[in-house]
C-alpha cells in the first residue's frame, strides 16, 4: 500500500468531519416540545376540547386544514362550529386561532422541533401575542 | 370430549356476535368523548343561481364617489398599495371610456360620458377564460357564479392574466405584507408569486353581508340574482338599457352598466 499514511490520516480526518453532527449534537438533546393551551379564550371554555380529539388533532390537524379549506373556498360550506358552549367559524385565522391565540408557543413550538415550514402565515395573519 | 361440526359453529358464531358486540361497546366508551363540536351552515347566508352587478354610472359624480367604493374594498381584503406602477395590485379601479368598452366607444358621444373615468373589476364571467387555462384549478368558477380564487393552490403561471380581456387579474411581484397600510385581521393577505382579484366578498355573502363595494356605493352598485327575475337586479335591467363589457368575446360578463342620466335613458 502505497502513501498509507497520507490515507490513514485523510480517512481519520474524513471520518472525523462526517461524524461531526453526532458528536457536536451528543447530550444536548432537544426536549420533547408541550404545546400550550392556556390562553384567555381557552380558560373561558365550559369543557376544555378541540373539534376532534387531542390524539386525532396531533396527527392529523394538517389534513383537517386542508379538508376545511377545500370545503369552504371550493363548496362554499362556511359553517359555525359549536363548542364548548361558544361559536367559532370553520377558518384557520377566524377559527382556530381565536382559541389557539399563542402561535409561538402551540403552533411553532412543534413545527421548529419537527423542522416543517408550513406556509399558512405567509397569507393568514397571525394573532397578535402580547409581547411579555 | 369431542366437540362435533354442528356444536363447533354453533360456538364459532356465538362468539363472533359477542366479540363484535365487544368491540362496538368498547369504542363507546373510550372514542366517543370528543364529539361535542356541532357544525352548522350559518343562517343568515345569501345565496343566489347566478350573482350579478349593475352599475350605475351616473351616480359616479365625485372623485370622493370613486374612492369611497374603492378603498371599501381593498381595505377589508387587504390588497396593498405599491409604490411601482408596474407591480400595482387591484381588486376594483377605473377606467377610461374607450378601454372600458373599447368596440362600442364612440367618437361623437356625450361629453361628459366620453371623459367619465368607469368603475371595474372582475366580471365574473359565465364562461370565465380564466378557470379554463389555468392549470391548477386555483381559479374555479362556484355553482352561484362566482368565479374565485384558492390561492394555496395558485403558481403564479399568469395564464389567467394572459387569457382575461379585462385585465381583471393581479401579480404579486413582490411582497404585499409591507404595503398594506391597516391590515383587515379577519382577512388573509396574499404572499408574492399568486395572482389575485375581486371574489364578489364570497367571504361577506356567506355571512349575510351584501359586498363592501356596494354598501359603500351608496345605490351606485346593485348586487342581486340574475336568474330571480323578482331581483332587484332583474328589475333594472328590464326597465333601463345596460351594456356589457366585450360581449362578442363571448365570455358573458355579470356586470352590467347603465351609462347616462335618467333624462335620455
Known amino acids: 500500500m502505497y502513501n498509507r499514511g497520507n490515507i490513514i490520516a485523510g480517512l481519520v480526518i474524513f471520518a472525523g468531519l462526517v461524524s461531526f453532527p453526532v458528536y457536536y449534537n451528543m447530550g444536548k438533546e432537544a426536549s420533547i416540545p408541550e404545546p400550550k393551551i392556556d390562553t384567555p379564550v381557552i380558560q373561558q371554555l365550559d369543557k376544555k376540547e378541540c373539534v376532534e380529539s387531542k390524539s386525532f388533532m396531533r396527527a392529523n390537524h394538517m389534513q383537517l386544514l386542508n379538508d376545511w379549506r377545500d370545503s369552504v373556498a371550493r363548496e362554499g360550506k362556511r359553517e359555525l362550529i359549536t363548542l364548548g358552549g361558544k361559536v367559532f367559524e370553520k377558518s384557520l385565522q377566524n377559527g382556530c386561532m381565536k382559541c389557539h391565540s399563542n402561535k409561538k408557543e402551540f403552533c411553532d413550538r412543534c413545527h421548529s422541533y419537527a423542522n416543517v415550514n408550513p406556509y399558512c402565515w405567509d397569507c393568514h395573519i397571525a394573532p397578535e401575542e402580547n409581547k411579555t | 370430549m369431542s ?89 376594483i379601479w377605473t377606467e377610461k371610456y374607450e378601454n372600458t368598452f373599447p368596440h362600442q366607444s364612440d367618437e361623437y358621444i356625450n361629453e361628459s360620458i366620453k ?26 368558477k362556484r355553482k ?33 405584507r409591507p404595503f398594506i397600510k391597516n391590515k383587515n385581521l379577519d382577512f388573509p393577505t396574499r404572499t408574492k408569486g399568486v395572482v389575485e382579484k375581486c371574489n364578489f366578498c364570497a367571504e361577506r355573502l356567506a355571512k349575510g353581508l351584501k359586498p363592501a363595494c356596494v354598501e359603500a356605493s351608496g345605490g351606485a352598485l346593485v348586487f342581486g340574482d340574475l336568474q330571480n327575475p323578482d331581483s332587484e337586479v332583474r328589475r333594472i335591467l328590464s326597465s333601463r338599457y345596460a351594456i356589457r363589457r366585450k360581449p362578442e368575446l363571448g365570455t358573458g360578463p355579470s356586470l352590467y352598466y347603465i351609462i347616462g342620466g335618467n333624462e335620455h335613458a
Open chain 2, 144 to 176: 352561484d357564479g362566482i368565479v374565485m380564487m384558492d390561492y394555496h393552490r395558485c403558481i403564479g403561471c399568469r395564464f389567467c392574466m394572459a387569457a382575461c380581456p379585462f385585465g381583471a387579474r393581479s401579480f404579486n411581484w413582490e411582497d404585499p
Open chain 2, 115 to 140: 371623459h367619465q373615468p368607469f368603475m371595474v373589476f372582475c366580471n365574473h364571467c359565465a364562461n370565465p377564460p380564466c378557470v379554463r387555462v389555468c392549470p391548477t384549478k386555483a381559479t374555479f
Open chain 2, 3 to 91: 366437540v362435533n361440526r354442528r356444536d363447533f359453529l354453533k360456538y364459532a358464531g356465538l362468539s363472533t356476535i359477542l366479540g363484535l358486540g365487544g368491540v362496538s361497546v368498547i369504542d363507546k366508551l373510550f372514542r366517543s368523548e370528543a364529539e361535542a363540536a356541532v357544525f352548522n351552515p350559518i343562517p343568515e347566508a345569501l345565496s343566489a343561481e347566478r350573482w350579478a352587478m349593475v352599475i350605475d354610472m351616473s351616480k359616479f359624480k365625485t372623485a370622493d364617489d370613486y374612492n369611497r367604493v374603492i378603498n371599501a374594498c381593498h381595505s377589508i381584503h387587504n390588497v396593498p398599495e405599491l409604490e411601482n406602477e408596474k407591480h400595482e395590485i387591484k381588486w
